[in-house]
């Protein structure tokens, strides 16, 4: 039997418990059994990006201890996440003749939930089903970092029931960027408005992400503006049959 490694990241362990638990009903569905490594902590992307690179390494030095000797490919629900372990993790250890090659053969093994489904497991059809408008939101490490795009976009088509709609300006930044939306708060809401504005364009009454970090922020603009349309990670939308 196939076996994956589940990294569930801080948010999705934090607030989204619920695109965890669809990740792993729908692999069990394709007859994948799911490893979840309880010694797993923050990928330490936002230590990464605020600069702590003392701190960063610590917790890639843990990270790789965690998964190098656990079987199966790595998989997570998050871009962004995944970006980290196969691209900022080797900048960490630059140069490093001990650590590099650690952290070149996680990287080589980690895979964003969308991209092994359809490169890896060639599954582009789930039998979901959803009636009505899906409109989806690339975030921007999913899209620019690792380059994942058609993936979610194939399985969304293939949706039973669904009409997937295009969301203006799709490829704009919804304003979360990790630490980027604390540390300028005033653009971070601005990119938010906007990015509310498109869906409501849309008609389309669920944006679908593939990243808890755009999920939380969209999410939580709607709520603060008493908006009826709601944010779902594309996992969730897969399970549904």
Known sequence: MTQVQLFITCLTDSFFPQTGE??????????IRVDFAREQTCCGQPQFNAGLRKDARAIAEHTIKVFENAEGDIVTPSGSCAHHLRHNYLEIFEGDAVWL????ALAERTYEFTEYLVDKLNVTDLGAKWDGLLTYHPSCHTLRGINVDRQPRTLLANVHGATLVELPNAEECCGFGGVMSVEHPELSAEWLKRKISNLESTQSPTLVVTDAGCLMHIAGGLHRQKKSQRVVHIAEVLRNS
Do not use: E, M, N, S
């Open 22 to 31: 669809a990740v792993v009903d729908i692999f069990q569905r394709l007859g």
């Open 101 to 104: 090659p650690r952290a070149k």
